[in-house]
């Protein structure tokens, strides 16, 4: 008789990297803010959206990235579930199958707006390591990709679960501005793959541009949305939240000047500095829109 292998709970909990969900997940939660609905009485439809936009939802995409990229971490990190054979045989492709079933179940009960982007972002999750597109091989497409399902995406399901209809286009925009500085931070989380990346064939920014130029193009994909963001607050009306995301942002342009004199050395610095503030910036846009139900342009 034969033993069919499976993987111990502990395997498929750090293939699902845990650590990964609380940048969808803060997002979702300023896509709540942002909507500007009383929290009484939502906590079951908020704890659904949150448990989509992370355990679900991102987990999916770190199942379905370890399985297409199994070969290479075999040769860089033989310790990950996959090549260690802690996830055997091809119970990863199988996790990443079920994981994106039991999103699409959860999805489905919160509305019909939050279904249609969850199918987005499970696409572009896919998509992204999956081939033929494998949109991962090119720094442009699969950071725009990551920064979308990761910032924009999270954001108006919050909004959408709150008001149970598409998010209005003030929401739109800010979720989308913020999802473009997104793209900046994916950028610096490249740096601390770029030697393994060449070696693959990956085509992440530091590799197609060079440090230098990939820290630049970075900082100004992170500060241009946000200015735009103290801009529309103030014009908005909101003068003291445009004054505290602005304030964060300057403080973002300091530490920016100290990431350039060597990108690939203080990206990991910056990440848990400057992207702090500029989450942080999220939230207090997120009450600001939050202080407008009708928020329409």
């Not at 199988?94 to 009960?109: D, E, F, N, P």
Request: include cysteine.
């Amino acid at each position: 008789m034969t033993v069919i292998a499976h993987p111990a709970p502990s395997a498929v909990v750090e293939l699902l990297k845990p650590i990964t969900w609380f940048p969808p997940m803060w997002a979702f939660a300023c896509g709540v803010v942002s909507a500007g609905v009383p929290l009484a009485g939502r906590w079951p439809l908020i704890a659904m959206g949150a448990v989509l936009a992370g355990p679900l939802v991102c987990a999916t995409s770190q199942a379905v990235n370890d399985w297409y990229d199994r070969h290479v971490d075999a040769i860089n990190e033989p310790d990950r579930p996959i090549p260690s054979g802690r996830i055997p045989g091809q119970w990863g492709l199988y996790i990443g199958i079920i994981w994106t079933g039991l999103s699409l179940v959860v999805a489905s009960q919160l509305g019909v707006f939050v279904f249609v982007a969850a199918c987005v972002g499970l696409a572009l999750a896919w998509a992204y390591s999956a081939p033929p597109l494998r949109l991962k091989k090119n720094g442009w497409w699969g950071n725009t990709a990551v920064a979308a399902c990761y910032e924009g995406l999270p954001w108006l399901t919050g909004a959408a679960v709150m008001t149970g209809a598409m998010p209005n286009l003030r929401v739109f925009l800010i979720a989308g501005l913020y999802s473009l500085g997104a793209h900046g931070i994916m950028t610096l989380n490249d740096f601390k793959s770029v030697e393994g990346d060449k070696r693959s064939g990956i085509g992440s920014l530091p590799v197609l541009l060079g440090a230098e130029r990939a820290g630049r193009f970075a900082c100004l994909v992170m500060a241009a949305p946000q200015l735009i963001v103290v801009t529309l607050l103030y014009l908005w009306g909101y003068p003291w939240h445009a004054a505290a995301v602005g304030l964060l942002l300057v403080v973002q342009l300091y530490l920016m000047m100290r990431l350039l004199e060597n990108p690939k050395e203080r990206a990991p610095w910056y990440n848990a500095t400057g992207v702090t503030l500029y989450v942080l910036g999220m939230l207090v846009t997120a009450f600001a829109l939050g202080m407008d139900t009708a928020g329409a342009l």
